[in-house]
C-alpha cells in the first residue's frame, strides 16, 4: 500500500486496453519509478538487456521532461502507452510541457579534461544511442479527453 501523499505520487492512473499499458504520470520525480514499476509488472520477464535499455529510456524521458520541460509543481502530466510488438517493446510518451524535440537537440560539447568537463547534457546521446527507432511529433491539439500533448515520443527497444 503506498503511504505517500497524493501530491507525491507518480502515477495518477495505469489500466491496460488492448493489451497495451497506459500510464498518466504525475509531475512528480516519483514518477519514475512508480511507472518503471508498473511497466515491468506489465511486461512481465524480460531479456536483461532489454530491460536495462527500458529503464534507461524510460528514467531519462521522464526525468528530463519533468526537470526542463514542466513548470514547478504544476498539474501537467505525461502519458505513457507502452506495447509489445513483433520483436519490441514500443514505448509512447506524450506530455504538454515545452515543445522540444530530442533529434534536434545539440551534443554537447566535447570535454577535453575533467577540469572542463560539464555534468548533464549526456541524457538526450544515450537515448539515441540505445533506441532501436526513435521519432518525434507534434500532435495536432484534438485531443477530447482535455488533455492537449505538445510533443509525442515514440521510442522502439528491440527484443
Known sequence: MDLRPEQE???????????????V?????TAV???RNE????????DPLVRNRLEVLFEELVSNTIRHGFAKHSAQ???????RTPGAVELTFEDDGVPFNLLEAQPPEPFTSIETA?????GIPLIV???SALR????????????RPSNRTIISIAT
Open 118 to 122: 560539464r555534468v548533464g547534457g549526456l
Open 33 to 35: 519509478e512508480d511507472g
Open 129 to 131: 544511442k540505445m533506441a
Open 39 to 46: 511497466i515491468l509488472r506489465h511486461l512481465g520477464p524480460l
Open 25 to 29: 504520470l504525475n509531475n512528480t520525480l
Open 136 to 147: 518525434y511529433e507534434r500532435p495536432a491539439p484534438t485531443s477530447c479527453t482535455g488533455f
Open 9 to 23: 505520487t507518480g502515477l495518477r492512473s495505469a489500466q491496460v486496453a488492448g493489451g497495451a499499458l497506459l500510464l
Open 77 to 83: 502530466s505525461i502519458h505513457v502507452q507502452v506495447k
